[in-house]
């Protein structure tokens, strides 16, 4: 079995710091396309994204993970001369179905509530992509190689999660606890399953 | 994780089992020097996995300068081609496993080439294990990380063939140690006596990108969890983005472009765990000339044609043009048309639809 570690490290700035770590493994590195921490009680952090836009170009979505704070709203559009629909789903709940051809002008839409909503189009099947609900603005994509880094995050003790569309349930409700001192630095080593 | 670069040539050669180079003989001698190297693999939809192929220092096939860093791999593994009638010394370089893990039980695995379809004597078959004549004990177990093998046979049968490695066969081949070998006939721009304009060779092969990061990590995984996540055509997949550089249809050797009028001869062949591709052209019926590196006496003509692991067929496609018949709606003449495999698992790679062996003719 392939051991799925990821080693994370903070460092402090003044009264916040920046949380550095790697996801270790080939499959974890593939698959975790988004980190997070689970719950920020910042005012700050929790506000909605602006300007979040999610483009269909060359029958492909843009950005294939959206990653946004609840409450934020999503400008859907589409650059394609060709008709499309984006058939929203959280888990087998449909949030919305909407046709979109050529020329249509963008859709607006909220999320209000937390989890991970899959976009697809019936008509071109290979098309997919996700809009990730998250409590607060401390999110990261790990790059090819496993590296992340969130920054400016308020000094505390944080729950740290990660999110991949083909990670299965056991290993997205791995938690991975996290400290920011109130000086120096503190590595932090997270193993999958979480130790 | 995206590898790139290559690795160093290892040219620590040592004593060949018959003979160091070609000599000169009655009959063409073709010298093909033949590298392993390791790398990773990048598909059209983000995915890459990690593969070991066979490379090829040029398009000559010539031996690599001491300490030249050899190409990356690829899937599959170069093309040789050689004439009825050549004498073909390859020789097999294991220049070793630069890209595996430190820890991985793959970092030094021995290789063979097995030439499937030649009838060959034993010493020559790339079967490890099986004791020979001409064979030295030490090439028993194949050629180890540092060492160079020299198979020599003549190509005496016109006809598509393929060549793979044949050490631990069900991982070596699934890693992408593959590639097509073509006896091409003494007469240009024919096959089996029949004449044609343009060929491609279609190349299909799956892949299970979890079981090829294992070997690259740990060397080892249970084959019984092998599962295909990646249908290939030539080493790709489609995707319906027509700008994305790794889609088949941005391959100028999968793209079937050819003109009204003419005949084009597609080389078919499969490679793979347990998938039967079948290939469908939509706008034109195939006339099957050959098949297994044989000519058929009697050609027969399919519109969808079941190929398994390790099969070749040679099949003739007349490009007709509307002023040959008068239809409505009939595929011929300017345009573009697909061509998939009709076996609709083999159309889904990475868990999406359409990605997997298709491609096009555009007919000018």
């Not at chain 1, 603005?137 to 090819?144: E, Q, S, T, V």
């Not at chain 1, 083909?166 to 120096?184: H, Y």
């Not at chain 2, 050629?143 to 060549?163: L, R, W």
């Not at chain 2, 159309?347 to 997997?356: L, T």
Request: include cysteine.
């Amino acid at each position: 079995m392939t051991l799925l570690t990821a080693v994370a490290g903070l460092v402090l700035a003044g009264s916040s710091g920046a949380v550095d770590g790697t996801v270790i493994g080939r499959q974890l590195q593939k698959n975790v396309q988004l980190v997070y921490l689970e719950k920020v009680d910042v005012a700050e952090a929790t506000k909605p994204t602006e300007g979040a836009v999610l483009d269909q170009k060359g029958n492909v979505y843009y950005p294939h993970v959206l990653p946004i704070v609840v409450g934020s709203t999503v400008k859907i559009q589409s650059s394609d001369p060709e008709l499309h629909n984006v058939y929203a789903e959280k888990g087998t709940e449909v949030l919305f179905n909407s046709a979109m051809p050529a020329g249509s002008p963008p859709r607006n839409r909220t999320f209000e509530e937390l989890g991970v909503v899959a976009l697809s189009c019936s008509i071109h099947k290979e098309m997919s992509a996700f809009v990730v609900v998250l409590q607060n603005r401390f999110f990261a994509a790990p790059d090819k190689t496993g590296k992340f880094r969130i920054e400016g995050v308020p000094t505390g003790s944080y729950v740290l999660r990660i999110w991949g569309e083909k990670l299965d349930e056991a290993t997205l409700q791995n938690k991975f606890e996290v400290k920011v001192p109130s000086e120096g630095s503190l590595p932090v080593e997270i193993t999958v399953p979480a130790s | 994780m995206k590898i790139l670069g290559s690795i160093l040539a290892t040219l620590a050669f040592v004593s060949l089992p018959v003979a160091a180079s070609a000599k000169p003989a009655s009959r063409p001698v073709k010298n093909i020097h033949l590298y392993v190297n390791d790398g990773e693999w990048s598909f059209a939809d983000g995915n890459s996995t990690y593969i070991v192929g066979f490379v090829a220092w040029n398009e000559k096939f010539e031996a690599a300068p001491v300490g030249a860093k050899l190409p990356a791999p690829t899937v599959p593994s170069p093309t040789i081609r050689v004439t009825k009638g050549d004498e073909v010394h390859v020789f097999l370089h294991n220049a070793g496993h630069e890209h595996a893990g430190a820890k991985s039980a793959f970092k030094n695995v021995t290789h063979t080439i097995h030439f499937h379809g030649l009838d060959l004597v034993q010493a020559m078959d790339g079967v490890p294990g099986v004791p020979a004549e001409g064979l030295p004990e030490k090439f028993l177990s194949g050629v180890e990380v540092g060492q160079v093998f020299e198979y020599m046979f003549v190509a005496e049968e016109e006809g598509t063939y393929s060549y793979h490695c044949h050490v631990d066969s069900a991982t070596h081949i699934l890693l992408g140690m593959y590639g097509a070998f073509i006896v091409e006939g003494e007469k240009p721009n024919t096959i089996y006596g029949k004449k044609y304009d343009r060929e491609y060779t279609l190349f299909f092969s799956e892949m299970d990108s979890v079981h090829n990061d294992a070997i690259a990590e740990t060397g080892s995984y249970d084959m019984l969890k092998w599962k295909s996540d990646y249908f290939l055509l030539n080493g790709r997949i489609f995707t319906a983005d027509l700008k994305n550089p790794l889609s088949t249809i941005a391959d100028p050797k999968s793209v079937i472009k050819a003109k009204e009028g003419e005949t084009v001869l597609l080389r078919l062949i499969a490679m793979g765990h347990s998938h039967t591709w079948a290939f469908h052209p939509h706008a034109y019926h195939m006339q099957v000339v050959g098949t297994d590196g044989r000519g058929l006496t009697s050609p027969y003509w399919k519109d969808t044609l079941p190929i398994v692991s390790g099969e070749r067929y040679d099949v003739l496609v007349p490009i007709l043009g509307k002023r040959n018949k008068v239809c409505m709606s009939c595929g011929m003449g300017a345009g573009i048309s697909v061509a998939h495999d009709h076996n609709m698992g083999g159309m889904v790679s990475g868990g999406k639809y359409p990605r997997g062996g298709l491609t096009i003719f555009v007919v000018e």
